[in-house]
């Protein structure tokens, strides 16, 4: 923090250098007091505005620091500092926009000042302006070459950058001058924690988490005064790379090294959250959520984790709240328009997702995108991942415009769309690792409509409809968004492939084998003690489980112990890694005869992947949405006799179909004949009851006396 001018009147400069030691030491009342004394002594003073500016983005307070920030740089417009100091009030206003000519002033005045490239390039890359960011820290860098934060943010962008271009041989270029970037970076700055959390960063970034494991450790093997940031980043590489017991292990030591920051507290949540103590990962991610800085993933995976512990509508509501409120206001400034909602008998209709590619939603979106009408609805979509494999190649042939958008920030990419001029924007993501909450909360088209890759109502601000179905949301118990039904069920299937089913493997081996291929997660107690009661109910039955967790000996070992309380021994569980290959996985659904769902967060995709090799599967339907979606797909086949409304009822429901082999058996020889008969797998009848609650919700925005589309929030 700079001392005041020292032309600066005797008086006011000892009001502003004690204001100056009272924001170092973080007494903002008594700096905001002092700072009043200097104001009225000097009205037209830069210095009082330059630090009522500081406390104010010290306090969060953004309409305070951009009016402060810009009567300091009318005061004192050759100031680049100040120009530098408004740009950030705008950034923390949301303003983008706005502080990349702020920044832009800062160059002008000061052409060979190598922070104001920097921050002028840190805020085109958040707008999406790669090109523009990676010039402006190469600026940054001709004023000062040993500048190691200038060669951060360059890697950063060059990253981000390798990732957008199309031919391979360019993406390597960038990728590799990223990796030069960052290497220059920790060269200047070897005993830098910041820095090297940067180095870390670019090489997650670029999808190279193995690489940074060792030298991690290394550095810190060398430095055993490190922060528990550190000791983070390497529980944060390790659960990148699956090895989730090592990884808490580490988020241990980092707790224990402490502070505990919400970066740290989040990891710890989520990491709990995979090993069945799903109530205090809720507990940490709680911490992490109150905390006056909260940590970005905190909310999500709050918000998440709640559907694996709770079945009270209004007790998931809540926390989807408490995730909601820690959304980032919506940006100041400018913005492209929305569209004036009207009848229209062609809408155009934007996709937002983070799973365009060999991912379950992939399973229920590809025979809708392959059968919407041109003549009705015209398909965007805005691809939110950096992988772009053979199924994203399939998706993207099915639509009028793809847009990769991974790389863009919220802003740059709420710009986008609104740009774009979207009538409908379907969020397929909500809460989930690739979302964009903050776009859809800043309302990015006229009408937004959530749709199954979220299950429950995300309590998003500016989600004007759900499509679900009258199972799943019926129309008395739908809290949160307001639902548009499908009937009879919300899912529409396409199975990736067509292995042979063979015969249940109770013919041959002479007992049943129950199992379950959902994340570990979903295990909550309840689901486990179901299960349990099931295996004491049918004598010698075995229960498969597998998930990708379960490569984790220490969390193996977790399980058996869980269900050894549970009076269920070892040789009655039957423990699989996940692997990669997706024969395998499917091939393994012929080693089971009947699928147990989890409660209270159904399976939705692997209960459709276990009917169509031919397993029954029994589930348990709940209050809240997420317990329901097995009733729907169950209902939908016609099945109901499969759906339990108690825990009593699931566990005899589960016991009288293991004593029926022959029944078993004639569902396994049956299972893709009805499935395909079924609306389940009616992708052209699907589609057009799609399309009909499409244009049912934009006619009741037409026609809605307060527009939808105007923001909520």
Same mark, same amino acid.
């Given at each position: 923090?700079?001392?005041? %001018?020292?032309?600066?009147?005797? #008086?006011?400069?000892?009001?502003?250098? !004690?204001?100056?030691?009272?924001?170092?030491?973080?007494?903002?009342?008594? #700096?905001?007091?002092?700072?009043?004394?200097?104001?009225?002594?000097?009205?037209?003073?830069?210095?009082?505005?330059?630090?009522?500016?500081?406390?104010?983005?010290?306090?969060?307070?953004?309409?305070?620091?951009?009016?402060?920030?810009?009567?300091?740089?009318?005061?004192?417009?050759?100031?680049?500092?100040?120009?530098?100091?408004?740009?950030?009030?705008?950034?923390?206003?949301?303003?983008?926009?706005?502080?990349?000519?702020?920044?832009?002033?800062?160059?002008?005045?000061?052409?060979?000042?190598?922070?104001?490239?920097?921050?002028?390039?840190?805020?085109?890359?958040?707008?999406?302006?790669?090109?523009?960011?990676?010039?402006?820290?190469?600026?940054?860098?001709?004023?000062?070459?040993?500048?190691?934060?200038?060669?951060?943010?360059l890697a950063n962008s060059l990253a981000l950058l390798s990732r957008e271009r199309g031919d391979a041989a360019t993406a390597s270029d960038l990728e590799a001058q990223a990796l030069a970037a960052i290497e220059r970076a920790r060269a200047l700055a070897p005993d830098d924690e910041s820095i090297l959390n940067a180095w870390v960063g670019v090489h997650h970034q670029l999808d190279r988490h193995e690489s940074t494991l060792a030298p991690l450790l290394q550095w810190i093997a060398s430095h055993p005064e490190a922060g528990a940031a550190a000791l983070t980043r390497v529980a944060l590489t390790l659960l990148h790379l699956g090895r989730q017991a090592e990884a808490f292990d580490w988020a241990r030591r980092a707790q224990a090294r402490g502070p505990e920051s919400?970066?740290?507290?989040?990891?710890?949540?989520?990491?709990?959250?995979?090993?069945?103590? !799903?109530?205090?990962?809720?507990?940490?991610?709680?911490r992490a959520a109150d905390l006056p800085a909260p940590d970005p993933a905190a909310g999500p995976t709050?918000?998440?984790?709640?559907?694996?512990?709770?079945?009270?509508?209004?007790?998931?509501?809540?926390? %989807?709240?408490?995730?909601?409120?820690?959304?980032?206001?919506?940006?100041?400034?400018?913005?492209? #328009?929305?569209? !004036?909602?009207?009848?229209?008998?062609?809408?155009?209709?934007?996709?937002?997702?983070?799973?365009?590619?060999?991912?379950?939603?992939?399973?229920?979106?590809?025979?809708?995108?392959?059968?919407?009408?041109?003549?009705?609805?015209?398909?965007?979509? *805005?691809?939110? %991942?950096?992988?772009?494999?053979?199924?994203?190649?399939?998706?993207?042939?099915?639509?009028?415009?793809?847009? &990769?958008?991974?790389?863009?920030?919220?802003?740059?990419?709420?710009?986008?769309?609104?740009?774009?001029?979207?009538d409908v924007l379907i969020d397929l993501s909500g809460w989930t690792h690739h979302g964009r909450p903050e776009v859809l909360a800043w309302r990015a088209a006229p009408l937004q409509i959530a749709f199954l890759g979220y299950p429950t109502a995300s309590a998003i601000p500016n989600i004007d409809f759900r499509i679900s179905d009258a199972v799943i949301d019926p129309p008395d118990s739908?809290?949160?968004?307001?639902?548009?039904?499908?009937?009879?069920?919300?899912?529409? *299937?396409?199975?990736?492939?067509?292995?042979?089913?063979?015969? &249940?493997?109770?013919?041959?081996?002479?007992?049943?084998?129950?199992?379950?291929?959902?994340?570990?997660?979903?295990?909550?107690?309840?689901?486990?003690?179901?299960?349990?009661?099931?295996?004491?109910?049918?004598?010698?039955?075995?229960?498969?489980?597998?998930?990708?967790?379960?490569?984790?000996?220490?969390?193996?070992?977790q399980v058996v112990q869980r269900f050894a309380a549970l009076g269920i021994g070892t040789a009655r569980l039957q423990l699989e890694a996940h692997r990669d290959d997706l024969s395998h996985h499917l091939a393994l659904y012929r080693d089971i005869d009947i699928a147990l769902d989890c409660f209270p967060y159904n399976g939705a995709t692997t209960t459709l992947e276990a009917l169509w090799s031919g397993v029954p599967v029994i589930t348990l339907a709940g209050r809240s949405a997420a317990a329901r979606m097995g009733a729907s797909i169950l209902g939908a086949l016609g099945r109901p006799d499969w759906v339990a409304q108690r825990p009593a009822d699931f566990v005899a429901a589960a016991a009288g179909l293991a004593a029926m082999p022959s029944a078993i058996a004639g569902f396994r020889a049956d299972a893709r004949r009805l499935l395909?008969?079924?609306?389940?797998?009616?992708?052209?009848?699907?589609?057009?009851?799609f399309e009909d609650l499409l244009f049912e919700g934009w006619q009741r925005l037409c026609s809605a006396a307060t527009p939808l589309g105007q923001p909520s929030r």
């Open positions: 923090m700079s001392a005041p %001018h020292p032309s600066a009147p005797p #008086a006011l400069r000892a009001l502003l250098l !004690q204001a100056q030691g009272l924001l170092e030491r973080r007494s903002w009342q008594d #700096a905001g007091q002092v700072l009043e004394r200097a104001r009225a002594l000097a009205p037209a003073d830069a210095e009082v505005a330059r630090l009522t500016t500081l406390r104010a983005l010290m306090l969060g307070d953004a309409a305070l620091a951009v009016a402060e920030a810009q009567r300091a740089c009318t005061l004192a417009a050759e100031r680049a500092d100040l120009w530098m100091l408004l740009g950030r009030a705008h950034k923390l206003a949301g303003g983008l926009e706005a502080a990349i000519d702020a920044y832009r002033e800062a160059v002008t005045r000061s052409p060979a000042l190598a922070e104001a490239h920097v921050s002028l390039g840190i805020a085109l890359k958040a707008a999406g302006r790669l090109d523009e960011a990676v010039q402006a820290q190469r600026r940054a860098l001709q004023a000062n070459p040993r500048l190691a934060v200038a060669h951060v943010n919400a970066e740290l507290l989040s990891a710890l949540g989520s990491l709990l959250l995979h090993r069945l103590e !799903q109530q205090q990962g809720l507990e940490l991610l709680t709050l918000a998440i984790g709640s559907l694996y512990l709770h079945d009270d509508p209004a007790q998931i509501a809540a926390v %989807h709240a408490k995730a909601a409120a820690l959304l980032k206001p919506q940006p100041t400034g400018e913005a492209p #328009a929305l569209g !004036q909602p009207q009848p229209k008998q062609r809408l155009r209709v934007g996709y937002l997702s983070g799973d365009l590619r060999r991912h379950s939603v992939a399973y229920f979106i590809e025979s809708l995108w392959a059968r919407h009408d041109p003549a009705r609805v015209e398909v965007w979509a *805005y691809h939110n %991942h950096r992988v772009h494999d053979e199924v994203s190649e399939r998706l993207k042939a099915r639509v009028a415009q793809w847009r &990769p958008c991974a790389g863009l920030s919220d802003e740059a990419l709420w710009r986008l769309i609104r740009s774009d001029q979207i739908a809290p949160g968004d307001a639902v548009l039904r499908c009937a009879p069920s919300m899912f529409c *299937y396409r199975p990736d492939t067509e292995l042979a089913v063979g015969e &249940p493997p109770c013919l041959s081996q002479g007992f049943i084998t129950f199992g379950s291929f959902n994340n570990i997660p979903k295990w909550s107690p309840a689901t486990l003690a179901l299960w349990a009661e099931v295996l004491h109910a049918v004598p010698g039955a075995r229960l498969m489980l597998k998930t990708r967790a379960l490569q984790d000996p220490g969390l193996r070992e395909r008969q079924s609306a389940l797998m009616d992708a052209a009848g699907f589609t057009r009851r």
